[in-house]
């Protein structure tokens, strides 16, 4: 099966491109291919967007399913953020759509934010949940027209092993070699964190299973279980038996913070997650 991938070299998306390169045809289109060669090597196809022919060459690809991950998160909200957000996370798909709408594309699966929902309805936190959620109806326009299925994965927070970025749990579990307290808000966020491993089987199900998918699908991809950052910093505790070194109530709260962030998994009537918290975390030691 021919696959294509945007956002390869990110978190998420190095581990799915190393899962399905063996078992089938992978393409990844990238920004920096020299970056991506030091990660894939020669085990996929590469499709630069820097390359003057990107159209043309997207346009002659024969892709089954699509993997949509690339884009761009920041909370921060000047004009210059803004106007990068607007081109990554809505003109840059908007691009891959229109360059693939005459295709034989089976299976268009999406990443989104579950900033931009409170539970299954549309309710965007910030001004980087709104370009995720305005994305959406770009990809809805595309799907009305066209044949292909469209598969919405609304990820909570991932984590797991070799993440550069820097979330939550990673500052928690970094705290534990820090000579400084870590300041932290009052860490009573309630959150639902998703191991990157069941992410990347959940992807894999996407494509054996699209047959039997209705031709617009949402999955909330979370545990459905909520957990505060401070009871967070008590498993990392537990499991590692090293206490984080945190001063809670240090910065205050973000704007607009979503509290609670806990994905309704009552709407999933076909996949679970399967990785409890405690074994994720132990698999980053």
């Given amino acids: 099966m021919n696959i ?18 063996s078992n089938h045809v992978v393409t990844v289109v990238v920004r920096d291919e020299a970056k991506a060669r030091n990660t894939f090597g020669n085990s996929v196809k590469y499709l630069s967007t820097n390359s003057s022919s990107f159209s ?34 809505i003109q840059f798909g908007t691009l891959l759509l229109q360059g693939l709408s005459n295709s034989n594309m089976k299976l268009f699966v999406n990443f989104s934010s579950s900033l931009s929902f409170l539970e299954n309805e549309k309710h965007a936190t910030n001004f980087y949940a709104s370009t995720k959620l305005a994305f959406t109806e770009v990809l809805n326009y595309f799907h009305s027209k066209s044949r292909f299925k469209v598969v919405d994965l609304v990820l909570y927070a991932v984590y797991g092993k070799g993440d550069t970025t820097k979330r939550a749990i990673n500052y928690v579990i970094d705290s534990i070699e820090s000579t400084e307290p870590l300041l932290m808000s009052p860490g009573n966020q309630q959150l639902d964190f998703i191991h990157v491993d069941d992410v990347i089987k959940l992807c894999g199900f996407c494509i054996d299973s699209m047959d039997g998918f209705e031709s617009f699908s949402r999955i909330h991809v979370g545990t459905g279980i909520s957990t505060s950052l401070r009871q967070l910093a008590v498993i990392v505790e537990n499991e590692m038996g090293v206490k984080p070194n945190i001063t809670w109530g240090g910065i205050p709260y973000r704007t607009n913070e979503k509290l609670i962030n806990v994905a309704p998994v009552h709407l999933n009537s076909f996949w679970k997650a399967e990785i409890k918290l405690n074994e994720g975390i132990l698999s980053m030691k």
Wanted: with cysteine.
């Fill in 4 to 21: 294509l991938i945007t956002g390869a070299t990110g978190f998420i998306g190095k581990y799915l491109t190393k899962s399905l390169c």
């Fill in 56 to 89: 043309d060459e997207l346009k002659s690809l024969k892709v089954d399913v699509v993997f949509h991950l690339a884009g761009n998160s920041s909370f921060n909200e000047t004009s210059e953020v803004c106007q990068q957000l607007i081109e990554d996370n």
